[in-house]
């Protein structure tokens, strides 16, 4: 096996084991026979785990803490490094938001008027806190499908494709960003899911929305093409990120695509049918997301949130 397998191999393993219980049986902190006890204790209670194991002194609030921020950053390495991010230590020409061709915009629909306001004020996503990097050198597969989407936009036999897409999209008859995003939503949804190794023969490739109009996609892909269907609708690049999140649900990384609208941040999910809130629930926890203009990596939950608000 090679080096590189066996890196990927154990980082796949550790996104396994995420539960606390299970690193601390898996650390000799206590045993599976404990750990049994406590989870029973804590169907009664409803106590979080954590603070169960604070209370029967099992382990002091800091090593709680220092567990769980390694647990994060490991979730956080693993799934940029799964996801295909590679980086480059420095290394070689920085990629920055103007050095980006903004291709969404050259599908920019006739007749589409609508002026959106600017966001002033945006809200913390799952209660994350931000840290922003306008260095996009990293994110090659994000770069990469921008030059092959101008490509494909100036390939002819790729023409149909999108003069049938765009008059899908200008049927879309809607009353504010939040309504146009999940019509959005519903129209790209009804593309059909593949995995990418059946696709197109590799573990992770991000797909132009000419790709996937024509061959469908994955997770990326739908948050991509709803993207830049949003864009060709005029909503202006700082209200649209990518995000990549953790599934909690299925313990694996999975994409989808933040919209800040009016009302707030909303995500739109190639698992969901209708507009998820992300000031609500927890089956997704961020690790980055990215436009063209920066990326931010989501840190642990901030003590408060903030709402979106519009200028």
């Known amino acids: 096996m090679r080096q590189g397998q066996g890196i990927f191999n154990t980082l796949k393993r550790s996104?396994?084991?995420?539960?606390?219980?299970?690193?601390?049986?898996?650390?000799?902190?206590?045993?599976?026979?404990?750990?049994?006890?406590?989870?029973?204790?804590?169907?009664i209670s409803k106590k979080p785990l954590g603070q169960l194991l604070i209370d029967r002194a099992v382990i002091t609030p800091r090593q709680l803490?220092?567990?769980?921020?390694?647990?994060?950053?490991?979730?956080?390495?693993?799934?940029?490094?799964?996801l295909g991010v590679s980086f480059?230590?420095?290394?070689?020409?920085?990629?920055?938001?103007?050095?980006?061709?903004?291709?969404?915009?050259?599908?920019?629909?006739?007749?589409?008027?609508?002026?959106?306001s600017r966001v002033s004020v945006y809200p913390a996503l799952y209660g994350t806190s931000e840290k922003r990097s306008a260095n996009l050198s990293a994110f090659t597969k994000w770069t990469g499908m921008f030059e092959r989407f101008e490509r494909d936009?100036?390939?002819?036999?790729n023409a149909g494709v999108i003069r049938q897409w765009q008059r899908e999209l200008q049927t879309i008859q809607y009353n504010s960003i939040k309504d146009l995003a999940d019509k959005v939503n519903v129209m790209v949804n009804k593309v059909r899911y593949i995995t990418d190794d059946r696709n197109w023969g590799k573990s992770d490739y991000w797909a132009t929305p000419a790709e996937f109009i024509q061959r469908g996609g994955d997770c990326e892909d739908f948050a991509i093409a709803k993207y830049?269907?949003?864009?060709?609708?005029?909503?202006?690049?700082?209200?649209?990120?990518?995000?990549?999140?953790?599934?909690t649900y299925?313990?694996?990384?999975?994409?989808?695509?933040?919209?800040?609208?009016?009302?707030?941040?909303?995500?739109?999910?190639?698992?969901?049918?209708?507009?998820?809130?992300?000031?609500?629930?927890?089956?997704?926890?961020?690790?980055?997301?990215?436009?063209?203009?920066?990326?931010w990596l989501h840190d642990k939950p901030s003590l408060g949130t903030q709402v979106a608000s519009v200028n």
């Not at 396994?16 to 599976?32: A, C, D, F, N, Y």
């Not at 230590?89 to 050259?106: F, L, T, Y």
């Not at 830049?228 to 599934?247: C, F, K, N, S, Y």
């Not at 989808?256 to 809130?277: F, H, R």
Request: some cysteine; aromatic content about 4%.
């Open 153 to 157: 936009l100036q390939d002819t036999r």
């Open 88 to 116: 480059s230590g420095g290394s070689g020409k920085k990629a920055h938001a103007e050095a980006i061709a903004d291709v969404p915009a050259k599908l920019a629909l006739s007749g589409i008027t609508s002026e959106f």
């Open 250 to 295: 299925k313990n694996i990384p999975h994409a989808v695509l933040v919209v800040y609208t009016e009302s707030g941040a909303y995500i739109l999910d190639n698992q969901t049918k209708t507009l998820v809130p992300t000031s609500s629930g927890n089956r997704y926890q961020p690790i980055f997301s990215i436009n063209r203009q920066a990326w």
């Open 15 to 43: 996104l396994r084991r995420q539960k606390l219980g299970e690193v601390l049986v898996t650390k000799g902190m206590i045993s599976p026979n404990d750990l049994r006890n406590i989870l029973n204790e804590q169907k």
């Open 65 to 82: 803490s220092i567990i769980l921020t390694k647990q994060y950053a490991l979730r956080t390495c693993a799934a940029l490094l799964l």
């Open 228 to 247: 830049t269907a949003l864009r060709a609708m005029g909503v202006p690049e700082e209200r649209l990120r990518v995000m990549i999140v953790q599934d």
